[in-house]
């Protein structure tokens, strides 16, 4: 049911979409409304009306509530401030946190199906800590903005203009104490890019950066300790790269996996995930990480010292790729048949190039860390077209209140 008062329209709100928000109709025509959640009826304005497959609008008040809304976790971010003014990070923040991982759930499961072509529930689980703490505090990195106000603050909600906040309830308690305090000392002069970087070290430290810092500092996972540039790319979440290392561990097929074939750790960063193969497999276990930064590739060398096969190459992984597949020997065809690989892309997700190369190598395993649920089913489909079929899975909630997930899944060619 649909209708207009005052220049907005009341809409009934049927199912979650991929990016944070909800799917109603509007006269038979699909409108992506923001803040609010299946079940519910909403008066809402239309923000984009350029399209003719669909529109969009943003919830103006709540006329009937779901059962799942609860007072939004950032105040920043709540109905009560307007649309235009409304925090950007947070677009779950308003539902139970259970629910959360439901409507998670329903976004991979239909991604699966609809671009994945397969069948296939994957339950988002949850980080260990983060029912006792409400989904908060996790983050241990943040960026604000400056502008010529000199204000500094993160973004509206789907726009780029800076606007004042007096919390972070997402961020850790430090890095929430720091943002607070630069914002109040008007410390946008510090910013060399319009940007402010917060990052909490191992030993709970918070450094502040502007512009890229490729000093090192060190994050702990475990009884080991990684190297990672100051600004460099490291899991957002406090207890993201445990769980991701013991999902790879996991994730892998022991049976198939061979130590001294010509393992892949592809998009390797500072060689998180290579870590977790040596871990499992052995000082011997042959890998090599591939990540197109040289500064992350230098740390990587470092932080797999232990391994003896580990090494790191600069390269971007389609590259890489597709020269070994023009210059690889017979030998080196044979070792990269038996191998496991590590892909954690982008979240644009590998694409045809990489997943051709890898299956056209016909490697043993693929071991796929996606951070985007519909390109990850784009892959998906581009493996089983390749004769390649998606195994084990698992999905986590590593960003509390917020429309991200990632999901584990081990792909195997057809013996």
């Not at 671009?115 to 996790?138: N, T």
Request: charged share 25%; net charge negative.
């Amino acid at each position: 049911m649909a209708g207009t008062t005052d220049g907005l329209v009341e809409l009934d709100v049927l199912t979650v979409a991929h990016g944070g928000v909800s799917v109603a109709r509007l006269e038979g025509r699909v409108v992506f409304v923001s803040d609010t959640l299946p079940g519910e009826r909403v008066l809402a304005r239309v923000t984009d009306d350029s399209k003719s497959s669909f529109w969009r609008a943003e919830t103006v008040e709540v006329l009937e509530p779901s059962p799942h809304r609860r007072p939004h976790v950032w105040a920043a971010a709540a109905l009560e401030r307007a649309p235009e003014d409304r925090a950007g990070g947070a677009e779950f923040g308003h539902i139970d946190l259970a629910h959360q991982r439901a409507l998670k759930t329903d976004v991979l499961t239909d991604a699966l199906k609809r671009q994945g072509r397969i069948d296939r529930v994957v339950e988002v689980a949850a980080l260990p800590g983060d029912e006792e703490s409400d989904g908060l505090r996790w983050r241990t990195r943040l960026t604000l903005h400056t502008d010529g106000r000199g204000a500094l603050g993160p973004y509206a909600a789907r726009s780029h203009r800076v606007i004042d906040v007096d919390a972070h309830p997402l961020a850790r308690p430090a890095i929430e104490a720091a943002a607070l305090a630069e914002a109040r000392a008007g410390s946008s002069a510090r910013s060399e890019d319009g940007e402010l970087s917060f990052a909490e070290t191992a030993d709970g430290d918070v450094l502040i950066s502007s512009g890229r810092h490729d000093d090192p500092i060190l994050e702990r996972v475990g009884d080991r300790l990684f190297r990672v540039a100051r600004t460099g790319f490291w899991q957002v979440h406090r207890g993201a790269p445990a769980a991701l290392t013991a999902a790879v561990q996991e994730a892998v097929d022991a049976d198939r996996f061979d130590p001294a074939a010509a393992n892949l750790d592809l998009y390797g960063g500072v060689g998180l995930l290579a870590a977790a193969l040596g871990d499992r497999f052995g000082r011997s276990t042959r890998v090599t990480s591939v990540e197109s930064d040289a500064v992350a590739t230098g740390f990587a060398q470092e932080n797999l010292a232990d391994w003896v096969g580990a090494s790191a190459v600069t390269a971007r992984v389609d590259r890489y790729l597709d020269r070994v597949e023009r210059s690889a020997s017979s030998a080196e065809r044979r070792r990269l048949a038996g191998a496991t690989v590590v892909l954690d892309p982008p979240r644009s997700g590998a694409g045809k190039a990489v997943v051709g190369s890898l299956t056209r190598l016909g490697v043993a395993q693929v071991v796929y860390v996606a951070c985007d649920p519909v390109a990850f089913a784009r892959d998906v489909a581009l493996f089983g077209e390749a004769g390649y079929t998606l195994g084990r899975a698992q999905a986590f909630d590593l960003f509390p209140h917020t429309h991200h997930l990632e999901t584990v899944g081990t792909f195997t060619r057809a013996d």
